[in-house]
């Protein structure tokens, strides 16, 4: 996807920092009393050395292992949290002085926790929401409307929201989210735990909502699909660093990709062989398998035809969830 039209900055990031301090303590109520006068602090840099600018009206996607400073970073750019040190800019503000021009610019969506109200109907949520931003009532009633036809979820506003499934309170968390139509919006993990259906609705509906308003959007995500499929950039993160940052297929074509090969030969083979790629065909086998580079795919198919008819041959590509999960297991970057 391009986004096309004048940009200007949204974020600029310069050496950002975060630690978090705790404590470490034994097991026991007389090691909890002496943690009251000699307690063992515990450092951990969620995120160290950061630098990044982000333009208007893109998709960021950020991807990294469990602890790899992404929800920490959207807290700081939305100003939940405070910097340990470093500059965060965000529209121009500071986050962390939460300064309402900032609050009414911006929005954030967290998938495991819950903006509206449990036991009143979202329409009645966006009413109290709309109160509170200072929007025009009719105004905003519309758009309520016309942002649940996009979701296709109007027959749901009128019920009570703990009555409906994850999949449709997590439209109505949406709906929420852009109800004051801000200028930049923090998803993280917005279809955990939703159906196959759902995660594609939303999924559609965000690209779509980007083009029309062009609203920047930062998003997290353990979905391989929602990263590849709405991202015009990628930021791979890793121990509170961005290790990669550019577009998904550059990274693609930057990592090392191997081709899954797979050979089914008319009878079995009847010796055991060592293969020259390395691998080891055992007698009785009439199927074989092979991850390679796609140089090597040529001379692993002439070494198996020397040993007998190939009925059948598959090679299949390595798909982006892989290349992320072989990334995320290294312990260096591409960056």
Known sequence: MCVKGPVAQIIHCKDLERVFVTYKKEEGILNSF????????????ALQSLDLQVDSGVIVGLVGANGAGKTTLLKLLSGLIHPTSGLVEVLGFKPFER?????????ILLG??????WDISPLDSFSLLASIYGLDALSSRQRVYQLAEML?????LQIQLRRLSLGERMKMEIIGALLHKPKILFLDEPTIGL????QNTIRHFLEQYVKEERPTILLTSHYMD???????????MKEGQIKYDGTV?????????????????????????????????QAGQDVVEADLPPEQVSEFLSELRSLGTIEQIRVEETDFEEVIRGFLEKDVGLR
């Open 34 to 45: 002496k943690g009251f006068f000699q307690r063992q602090h515990i450092e951990k840099k």
């Open 99 to 107: 300064k309402p021009e900032f609050l009414r610019q911006m929005s």
């Open 112 to 117: 495991q926790k819950n903006q509206l109200w």
């Open 152 to 156: 296709a979820c109007t027959d749901q």
């Open 195 to 198: 159906d196959v259906v759902a």
């Open 226 to 236: 929602d990263i590849s499929k709405l991202s015009h950039r990628l930021l791979l």
């Open 249 to 281: 297929d550059q990274f693609m074509e930057l990592s090392v990709q191997k081709q899954k090969v797979i050979c089914t030969f008319r009878h079995p083979i009847t010796q055991s062989k060592e293969l020259q790629w390395g691998g080891l065909l």
